[in-house]
């Protein structure tokens, strides 16, 4: 159950991560840095968003690492036990 909450939780950010950059791109704001976290989180769920982190990581590699880094510190802050 907590699983199903997490992954609901995940794909709702990435979801709004992307609208909001999408907003950004023509308001002040990191509208690409900000689809491009959101791509990121979608894409441990669905196929397309792979595929695409896929192609921008060869497009882009210095942009995407920097991203996977934040990325894999927010899974690493998420994923550790609460203390019982």
């Not at 595929?51 to 996977?68: A, G």
Request: net charge positive.
């Amino acid at each position: 159950m907590k699983q199903q909450v997490k992954t609901v939780l995940k794909c709702v950010l990435g979801g709004c991560c992307i609208l909001a950059g999408i907003v950004m791109l023509v308001t002040p704001g990191q509208g690409l840095l900000t689809i491009l976290f959101g791509v990121y989180l979608l894409a441990d769920h669905i196929p397309f968003f792979e595929r695409l982190k896929i192609k921008l990581q060869e497009k882009f590699p210095k942009t995407t690492q920097y991203i996977h880094q934040k990325h894999e510190g927010i899974k690493k802050r998420f994923s550790k036990k609460a203390p019982k």
